[in-house]
């Protein structure tokens, strides 16, 4: 990590697909190895300055109970008519491929992101949770506590477009420090371009 500043628009060889994607993922529990799926997914796309270009978000429909619905707020019956995540592989992929993948704690997003078909667009990642001590320093770093120090407010926590709009002014603030990550967003960049799945894909299902 850096702390110069972002300033792509300066440099030549930083492509245009420069920027990050912050990413949340609601699941039916902790382990996509044990069976565990996701049960709603939302990205969230900036620019390299960390503004925001695009939104995206859809329930899934992960073939089994939806799990803890006290705490994502998912019901079996909100996913009955949601596409399984083969049917929307392209709307993520597209967005992932080319940029930085951003979440709070992000162990947890990936275990479920690498189960899935065309994995390898994840290329360069960033953890706001694993950053938060240097700058939001506290006791808590879960999301909520680390918004809370930021001064952001996070309203509707646990559903996916909520946390991962949170996540994305939480990179926000960590950049009004000077802080970027120049090498990372170069690597991603240089990732191929994104092609279609060539599998069978529906409309997101929102909540």
């Known amino acids: 990590m850096t702390s110069s500043g972002l300033e792509p628009a ?3 060889q930083v492509s245009t697909r420069q920027g990050y994607v912050v990413v949340d993922v609601e699941t039916t529990g902790f382990s996509p190895s044990r069976g565990d799926r996701i049960c709603e997914i939302a990205l969230v796309s ?3 300055r960390g503004e925001t270009v695009d939104e995206w978000h859809s329930l899934i429909n992960p073939r089994r109970g939806t799990g803890a619905v006290e705490v994502h707020g998912i019901t079996d019956a909100m996913v009955r ?3 399984i995540i083969e049917e929307v592989l392209d709307a993520v992929w597209e967005r992932v491929a080319g940029r930085v993948l951003v979440a709070h704690n992000a162990s947890f997003d990936l275990r479920f992101l690498r189960a899935l078909p065309g994995s390898h667009w994840v290329t360069e990642t960033l953890c706001t949770k694993r950053l938060a001590p240097h700058f939001v320093p506290g006791e808590k770093v879960t999301l909520a506590a680390c918004c809370e120090r ?6 509707g926590a646990h559903a996916a477009l909520a946390d991962a709009r949170a996540t994305a002014e939480l ?3 960590y950049m009004q420090t000077g802080a970027s990550w120049h ?3 170069h690597k991603a960049a240089q990732a191929p371009e994104w092609r279609p799945s ?3 894909q529906r409309p ?3 909540r």
């Open 171 to 173: 990179l926000r603030f």
């Open 204 to 206: 997101a299902h929102r």
């Open 10 to 12: 300066r440099d030549p």
């Open 46 to 48: 900036l620019d390299a």
């Open 198 to 200: 060539g599998l069978p």
């Open 183 to 185: 090498d990372k967003l």
């Open 150 to 155: 930021a001064g952001i407010s996070l309203v």
């Open 81 to 83: 008519r949601a596409p």
